[in-house]
């Protein structure tokens, strides 16, 4: 019997050795010690082992098992930290590697000079407020002293949703928005996105962006818009910038002007920039029109104010010497990338 479990022991012994995988061991488990293994036929056999030699040969079963168990176990650890070394060596990381590169968007032309134009007027204490691309037809003209059969309603032919909700051809519906809340004075910008019925070209869209601004407040006069409107071109256009403000026509203010500044690139002495006249026209402005203080609900007896509105793109293409307007709806990022 002793001679038999020896034989077994050794048996083990060279099975574990040669076992070269975790589910090998477990093969060997089975082999030995499983309920049809050999340490196990052994142990069915105590019967035939007479009654005083079966505690010390069951105490041998016993040391035998106990043997094959602790090598089991001392193979299964050694082989499972072999697997995590190699483990380990394969998910080595190379930390000199260059790291992959994010490709990165670029603000649009639109974008910066919109921030741009922000900051400016946040500088001098404007709000900036946002309001809807669909207005109503009272919103975008009539509160605008336009009313119904006006010919200023065709040259700014915009989209119709219904004969009453439209498209927002100006940015100046935010600004009705505004004065009707009745919290005065006002010191506003509306940037945003407006729309005219306008055939694409090298300078017109049917879709572009807009930045207006209004001001009421008691003793507001032309004297405030031409100083602010002289420091916003200073500040845009560079120090040495004039303007130049012409008389004009618009139905929401009066009186009215369009306001030119002095050309970027020949200081004004004449360009193919400018087309030789040293000036470059760049907003519309003016006194805000009695009638759309009142239909707001603002004392114009007591109030008064100025409002002004530019393009972006037409800024945008000026800045960054742009020859069309269509490049800046294309998106192509060779071309943003370069502003
Ligand atoms: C342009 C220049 C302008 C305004 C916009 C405005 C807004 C309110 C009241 C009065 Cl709420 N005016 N905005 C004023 C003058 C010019 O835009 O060329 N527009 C067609």
Known sequence: MKEKLHKIEEEAIRQIEAASALEKLN???VNFLGKKGELTSVLKSMKDVSPEERPKIGQMVNETRELIEKMLEDARVKMEHAVREVQMKMETIDITLPAMRKERGHRHPDTIVMEEI???????GYEVVEGPEIETDYYNFEALNIPADHPAKDEQDTFYIS???LLRSQTSGTQVHEMEKGK???RMIAPGRVFRSDEVDATHSPSFHQIEGLVIDKHITFADLKGTLAEFAKELFGESTKVRFRPHHFNFTEPSAEVDVSCFKCGGTGCRFCKGTGWIEILGCG???PNVLHMSGINAEEYSGFA????????????????????LYENDIRFLKQF
């Open 118 to 124: 922000e900051r400016i007027f946040i500088g001098m």
């Open 287 to 289: 006194m805000v029109h």
């Open 184 to 186: 005065l004075p006002i």
């Open 308 to 327: 002004f509105g530019l393009g972006l793109e037409r800024v945008a293409l000026l800045k960054y010497e742009i020859d069309d307007m269509r490049l």
């Open 27 to 29: 093969d060997v488990r």
């Open 163 to 165: 004969s009453d909700i």
